[in-house]
């Protein structure tokens, strides 16, 4: 027997050459429709073209104050977590691009199990379709690292954004990376409206080393040099993230370093805070270092923000999503040496 073929992976073109040239009840912006229990005539129209409508299985929904993770299992047997949050002006969808993670940040749960492989085009649509109707921005902040599985991503975004699908807007998506040199001189080249958010969380190749053990390769001036060449060809701003971590990329060096790097350029820098990881050792910074290190950034003319991320009661703040299983156990993870002190 065929596998059928996943149906939210379709282009609007592949789903034309499926139609073909006779009336069809089926539109291609049907097939997105958010509903668990799709219609009948689509259920039977797709049935008849051998095409599967729904490829993640929706294992468990956790709601907190302003979130919902969801768990969506994979048809290898495992699970990835997604995020719907709730702002003032609409809905959120934070999504995953990978199995796991590569790249092993020391602070955060995605990747301490490695990387199993990436996601398919059609499973990253589909977690923004069973998110609902209300969402009105996506952030590839989940699971996985976007630029590393650099066309599922791509392709998911432009299937999104078809004016005769979804008709997403590009502007409300944004790609969340620890900046891989080669992938952002690509997305450079690309036709896209999209906003860029660079993890970049040290000022010293020697700091984000330990911090991100699966960018070692990745040289720290070329990762800023190549998103600030992003925003610049799109006329955009790129947006760095700056984890504060109590001894270990807070002192005023840092500051002065980071200062360097983006003042005067198409840049922000939103601060943050570390949200707790089982079995990973890290603190918070104290209210009045956090506020010293923002003064330090802004009298310099850099644009600066402290950022709080929304679900952290519920587990589903930056950096706390986990691959599991079908049972929703957390897949095998490694254990994170203890970081040493910044310079």
């Known amino acids: 027997m065929v596998e059928a073929t996943p149906a939210l992976g379709l282009t609007a073109s592949e789903?034309?050459?499926?139609?073909?040239?006779?009336?069809?009840?089926?539109?291609?912006?049907?097939i997105f429709t958010c509903h668990e229990d799709l219609p009948r005539e689509l259920r039977r129209w797709a049935e008849e073209r051998n095409l599967r409508l729904r490829s993640l299985g929706r294992i468990k929904s956790e709601r907190g104050k302003r979130s919902q993770k969801v768990l969506f299992g994979l048809a290898d047997g495992y699970a990835v977590?997604?995020?719907l949050i709730r702002r003032h002006d609409g809905f959120t969808a934070c999504?995953?691009?990978?199995?796991?993670?590569?790249?092993?940040?020391?602070?955060c749960a995605s990747g301490q199990a490695g990387l199993k492989r990436n996601l398919d085009r059609h499973e990253i649509v589909?977690?923004?379709?069973?998110?609902?109707?209300?969402?009105?921005?996506?952030?590839?902040?989940?699971?996985?690292?976007?630029?590393n599985n650099y066309e599922n991503v791509l392709a998911a975004i432009r299937i999104l954004r078809d004016?005769?699908?979804?008709?997403?807007?590009?502007t409300g998506i944004t790609i969340s990376t620890i900046g891989i040199p080669k992938a952002l001189a690509r997305l450079s080249e690309?036709?896209?409206?999209?906003n860029l958010t660079v993890s970049l969380h040290a000022?010293?190749?020697?700091?984000?080393?330990?911090?991100?053990?699966?960018?070692?390769k990745h040289d720290l001036r070329e990762v800023v040099v190549?998103?600030?060449?992003?925003?610049?060809?799109?006329?955009?701003?790129v947006t760095f993230v700056y984890l504060l971590l109590p001894g270990v990329n807070d002192g005023r060096g840092d500051a002065e370093r980071l200062v360097r790097m983006v003042a005067g350029k198409p840049a922000r820098v939103n601060l943050m805070r570390w949200n707790p990881v089982e079995s990973i050792d890290l603190g918070r910074p104290a209210d009045h270092r956090l506020h010293q290190f923002r003064q330090w950034l802004d009298r310099a003319g850099v644009p600066v923000v402290v950022r709080d991320t929304q679900g952290a009661d519920i587990d589903a703040a930056c950096g706390q999503l986990w691959l599991r299983d079908l049972r929703g156990l957390k897949a095998e993870h490694r254990g994170a040496p203890r970081l040493g002190a910044a310079a």
């Open 15 to 30: 789903f034309a050459e499926i139609v073909g040239t006779e009336p069809s009840p089926v539109a291609y912006r049907d």
């Open 81 to 83: 977590e997604s995020v």
């Open 95 to 107: 999504i995953s691009s990978q199995v796991g993670c590569a790249f092993s940040c020391r602070f």
């Open 126 to 147: 589909e977690q923004v379709v069973r998110l609902g109707p209300k969402v009105n921005r996506i952030v590839f902040m989940g699971i996985g690292e976007p630029l």
């Open 163 to 170: 004016r005769d699908g979804m008709g997403f807007p590009t």
């Open 190 to 194: 690309e036709h896209l409206g999209v």
């Open 203 to 216: 000022t010293t190749q020697e700091v984000r080393d330990r911090l991100i053990p699966g960018s070692r």
């Open 226 to 237: 190549r998103a600030i060449s992003w925003a610049e060809r799109h006329n955009r701003i």
